[in-house]
């Protein structure tokens, strides 16, 4: 059970990485902003997340 709970939580992670890119892009950020935004969440995914989540672009959201 345990392979199944913590493939279903990277699942859902990987859901709000790729919906916090989403929302970076079409956010109205600069372009310079979108991408380090983008490849700090690709690069480290978990802080990455965390800090977009406290100072990314609000626009977007």
Do not use: N
């Not at 709970?5 to 990277?10: E, P, Y």
């Not at 916090?20 to 997340?49: C, E, M």
Request: aromatic share 10%; net charge positive.
């Amino acid at each position: 059970m345990g392979i199944e709970v913590s493939g279903l939580f990277g699942l859902l992670f990987l859901i709000l990485i790729v919906w916090a890119i989403v929302s970076t892009v079409q956010s109205r950020a600069g372009t310079g902003t979108k991408v380090l935004w983008i490849v700090l969440l690709i690069l480290v995914p978990v802080i990455g997340f965390i800090l977009w989540l406290l100072l990314g672009p609000k626009s977007g959201r």
